[in-house]
């Protein structure tokens, strides 16, 4: 596949620690690196799947992603025509039912609360956030085909 003109993003995963013990006992605390970024995430499982309600989820960072997808499209487009948006806030949310198989994010709600300057026009700016939605990366992105290309080893006795 010629990716001439693609942009391609890297990250890095690490787990440690043992399944042995079975699905209640592992630690789902794992660590992401997202180069060139500095600093790591550390993440965990939803608490409904055992996991460490004070870390954040991949779930959440799936959400966090569309809502950051939507406002910096939707930036770029207002930037470009030239509207002054002085505050952009959105309580977002991802609904995941447990009775749908296979088990995914079926619908997420962004919700966002856009101020901009005395004397814009709101109808237009109603517009540039439909075209924002459009344009977002994300937001085409999601269902799209994931292939997972997985390198199986054990670590070796020291």
Not at 1 to 11: E, F, K, N, Q, V
Not at 66 to 77: K, V
Not at 107 to 115: E, G, H, K, M
Not at 124 to 140: K, L, Q, T, W, Y
């Amino acid at each position: 596949m010629d990716l001439t003109g693609a942009h391609t993003y890297r990250s890095r995963l690490s787990w440690q620690g043992s399944t042995a013990d079975g699905y209640e006992a592992y630690d789902r605390t794992h660590r992401v690196v997202v180069p060139p970024a500095g600093g790591e995430l550390v993440m965990s499982s939803d608490p409904a799947f055992r996991g460490d309600g004070e870390l954040p989820n991949p779930e959440q960072l799936l959400l966090a992603a569309a809502s950051s997808c939507q406002l910096l499209s939707f930036l770029a487009i207002a930037a470009r025509s030239r509207v002054d948006v002085v505050a952009y806030e959105d309580d977002a949310d991802a609904v995941m039912p447990e009775g749908e198989k296979p088990m995914r994010i079926t619908r997420i709600t962004l919700r966002p609360r856009i101020s901009v300057a005395a004397g814009s026009d709101l109808d237009r700016v109603r517009r540039m956030v439909e075209s924002a939605h459009r344009g977002c990366f994300i937001a085409n992105t999601l269902n799209a085909e994931i292939v997972i290309e997985p390198v199986i080893d054990h670590p070796r006795a020291a």
